[in-house]
């Protein structure tokens, strides 16, 4: 008796995006599953990454913004 594959296990929870699921096959398929997803770990980390520098400049603008409004209504 043979379970699910890897990659149908990430399908089924529904929360990965399409190209990680891809590339998670092609990995599966190839018996580079280990390699691929030190790899995919890496650039998702670096999109986080990137994501919360923009959030948090985004942020802080809104900050600067909102105490220079509250002063100049004094």
């Known amino acids: 008796e043979r ?3 890897f990659t149908e296990s990430f399908v089924a929870t529904g929360i990965f995006p ?3 699921l891809d590339a ?3 990995a599966e398929e190839s018996g ?3 390699e691929s997803m030190d790899r995919l770990s890496r650039l998702y980390e670096e999109e986080a990454d ?3 520098r923009t959030l948090t400049a985004v942020a802080a603008g809104a900050v600067w ?3 220079a409004g509250s002063k100049s209504a004094l």
Do not use: K, Y
Request: hydrophobic share 55%; glycine share 6%; charged share 5%.
């Open 50 to 52: 990137s994501a919360i």
């Open 18 to 20: 399409p190209q990680f």
């Open 24 to 26: 998670l096959a092609v």
């Open 3 to 5: 379970g699910e594959s």
């Open 65 to 67: 913004l909102t105490v």
């Open 32 to 34: 580079q599953l280990v």
